[in-house]
């Protein structure tokens, strides 16, 4: 990339309404972080701001990587689309292999300092892979092979490691609606998924409900029947109704909720 160019882009005015409404909503997400956490951090630590704190420099080390990000033309990011793409699987191959269990479950990458979610950085790098693949076979998109056969070969192996060595039903679910949106933007055709697609969809929940894992299957039903695993696939849905019960769907005020006096209760 030219010195010049370089140089036009990092002086490009700042877009304020997108800075303000990023700012807005992570100033929110720290306040729900505090209201959320300060019964069990005050229980494990004696502090009740343990955790909104190291949720707070997390925060200021997003900002400063955006805004250092913001300056590098985004065209750059084409080039090594390749690279983004075998990055991501090898990641998550990685996984099942020197992986760190939390839970149950083996997601997470131990670096001493801190334990690292590949599958979280493999969204952003299959984005960058998909972005550059739509630009380059944009005259191609409406082929069924270039259009919608090929992107889905290439998300293949990234649903089966998820789906069969993490168990991570939830991001590969994401991972292929946003694939699948950014296909049908860039000019994929709409009826090739409305058939090919719903029919492959819908055959691959039959596959994950008849021949899956018990953990999958129970995560796609457990709302049936809730209290058959409180503490377990159904802790999540069970919580929602307890807020949704004592709440409302507007809740009762930051600090006051009625899950966090019961932990008070429980730890004092």
Do not use: C
């Not at 709440?247 to 730890?267: M, N, P, W």
Request: positive net charge.
């Amino acid at each position: 990339m030219p010195t010049k160019q370089r140089k036009k882009f990092a002086n490009k005015p700042t877009d304020f309404i997108l800075v303000i409404t990023v700012l807005f909503l992570l100033s929110l997400g720290i306040v729900m972080v505090l209201s959320a956490s300060s019964p069990s951090s005050y229980a494990e630590t004696g502090s009740s701001y343990t955790y909104v704190k190291k949720q707070a420099i997390s925060a200021v080390l997003g900002l400063v990587a955006m805004y250092v990000i913001s300056k590098i033309d985004y065209h750059t990011y084409k080039k090594p689309y390749k690279i983004a793409y075998v990055l991501s699987v090898l990641m998550l191959a990685a996984v099942p292999l020197i992986g760190h269990e939390v839970n149950g479950a083996k997601r997470w990458i131990d670096l001493g300092f801190t334990t690292f979610q590949p599958s979280e950085l493999v969204k952003l790098l299959l984005i960058i892979f998909y972005a550059a693949y739509l630009t380059n076979n944009r005259d191609r998109l409406k082929e069924l092979g270039k259009g919608f056969v090929i992107p889905f070969v290439y998300l293949a192996p990234v649903a089966l490691i998820l789906l069969l060595f993490q168990e991570h039903f939830s991001a590969t679910l994401i991972i292929v609606l946003i694939v699948s949106v950014m296909m049908l933007v860039a000019g994929s055709k709409l009826s090739t998924f409305m058939t090919l697609g719903l029919a492959g969809g819908i055959a691959g929940i039959g596959l994950i409900l008849t021949k899956g894992s018990s953990f999958r299957m129970d995560r796609l039903t457990s709302f049936l029947n809730p209290w058959a695993d409180p503490q377990g696939d159904s802790y999540q849905i069970i919580q929602s109704l307890y807020a949704i019960g004592s709440g409302g769907l507007f809740g009762v005020g930051l600090r006051t909720e009625q899950a966090k006096i019961f932990v008070l209760t429980r730890t004092s």
